[in-house]
């Protein structure tokens, strides 16, 4: 007598064909389950000829349910909600949940608020992935990605405005204070430009003083933005970075804004996740709660 379930597709399988059947396309269905489109597509000829039939109609765009495969979809995502929600209840409170961030995002914008979060959400576990890498949701375990740029930013995947970039130079108050504020762009050659990877400098100058590209012939170069910040508040130059990662150093009178113009871009920061469903509660949570602290400006 053969075990119970002895027939059963791998759930493997039945997983892949859930995410096709929603999708209709094995390239989206590809990227929301972090594979290659070829093993998606070897996993639903597989689950076919396990099953002996045919469940989707290849078409010249695309993919079509057929009768068969239409009904198997719906009974299978039910049986995956059951699992789903049967495995979330042996759990553990607080659920986890992984955000993907860049380090100068977390540490100059994100880190600070976190305190806050834990007092008010002690049911979610909440783990940061800082990385200049960009994440691979499925592959990585990452719930939720803060990306900057503009949409899109792939194929499954939603996306929703956390705040825009403004651009600003910042200095410390001793090294302003010794060699006077650049008031033109004379007096801007008297410092050290501080550069990130973005290379805003250029940019920053046009605005400034118009027809003036180069910042000044002396400059020092880091490959993350919190460093060329940290450079800035030891005196060492004048360094561009987006107002929200310098607005608490402003304040407290680590760095002073050099001059009143802001670089506006037409790139910001947004919040990334899979088009996935059911959508888990507590991504919802985190995504509200970083979209009221950006408000807060």
């Known amino acids: 007598m053969q075990p119970g379930f002895a027939r059963l597709p791998s759930l493997n399988a039945l997983r892949v064909f859930e995410v096709v059947a929603r999708h209709l396309n094995f390239r989206i269905a590809s990227e929301e389950l972090g594979v290659t489109q070829a093993a998606v597509a070897q996993q639903i000829r597989g689950l076919e000829a396990g099953l002996e039939v045919r469940l989707f109609e290849r078409l010249p765009r ?30 553990p409170i607080p659920s986890q949940l992984t955000v993907s961030v860049t380090p100068t995002f977390a540490s100059k914008w994100l880190i600070p608020k976190l305190g806050n979060f834990a007092e008010s ?49 910042v200095a410390s108050p001793a090294l302003l204070r010794g060699k006077g504020m650049p008031d033109s762009f004379e007096a801007l050659q008297r410092f050290v430009a501080l550069h990130d990877a973005h290379n805003f400098w250029p940019e920053f100058t046009a605005t400034v003083f118009h027809e003036r590209p180069s910042p000044t012939s002396r400059n020092l170069h880091f490959n993350q933005t919190s460093l060329a910040i940290e450079a800035a508040i030891g005196g060492q130059g004048i360094t561009l970075a987006s107002h929200a990662f310098v607005k608490d150093d402003i304040a407290a009178g680590r760095l002073v804004q050099v001059f009143a113009q802001q ?22 949570v985190v995504r509200q709660w970083l979209k009221s602290q950006a408000a807060k400006g």
């Open 121 to 169: 959400n002690p049911q979610i576990d909440l783990r940061l992935l800082a990385s200049e890498r960009i994440c691979h949701f499925q592959t990585d375990g990452v719930d939720l990605a803060v990306r900057y740029g503009r949409p899109p930013f792939g194929v499954g995947l939603n996306v929703e405005l956390l705040m825009e970039q403004h651009i600003v130079a």
């Open 62 to 91: 695309g993919l079509a349910l057929t009768d068969a495969g239409r009904s198997y979809s719906e009974s299978v995502r039910r049986a995956l909600a059951m699992i789903d929600e049967a495995t979330r209840l042996l759990r």
């Open 263 to 284: 670089l506006h871009l037409n790139k910001a920061f947004y919040l990334v996740w899979p088009r996935k469903a059911p959508e888990a509660e507590a991504l919802g």
